[in-house]
Nanobody, 124 residues
Framework: QVQLVESGGGLVQAGGSLRLSCAASGRTFSSYAMGWFRQAPGKEREFVAAISRSGGSTKYADPVKGRFTISRDNAKNTVYLQMNSLKPEDTAVYYC?????????????????WGQGTQVTVSS
């Protein structure tokens, strides 16, 4: 069992930056590939970014490529999402998730554990 707790959300102006963190419980964090997803009001949860167990492989959704960076620190059991050049359309609740899959995956159904989410609001 893995418990995930996100932090770092908040209100920021367009063009600003935020860094989200997701702390995982347990001693097997490095056994999980990790992902970030987001859900805006009235919309389905969508993939944002994912990272492999070692951190050597990453994948991004097209809308965030070049602006967001996912990383992880296995010694700290934490995954991060650095968000730069934020836009109002990035406003959503952001969730981190863990999966036992070996490869980096983007579907919500591939993830086994989810955090409660952190709100990100970007004002224009």
């Amino acid at each position: 069992q893995v418990q995930l707790v996100e932090s770092g959300g908040g209100l920021v102006q367009a063009g600003g930056s935020l860094r989200l963190s997701c702390a995982a419980s347990g001693r097997t964090f490095s056994s999980y590939a990790m992902g970030w997803f987001r859900q805006a009001p009235g919309k389905e949860r969508e993939f944002v970014a994912a990272i492999s167990r070692s951190g050597g492989s990453t994948k991004y959704a097209d809308p965030v490529k070049g602006r967001f960076t996912i990383s992880r620190d296995n010694a700290k059991n934490t995954v991060y999402l650095q968000m730069n050049s934020l836009k109002p359309e990035d406003t959503a609740v952001y969730y981190c998730a863990a999966t036992r899959t070996i490869v980096v995956v983007t579907r919500t159904g591939n993830y086994d554990y989810w955090g409660q989410g952190t709100q990100v609001t970007v004002s224009s």
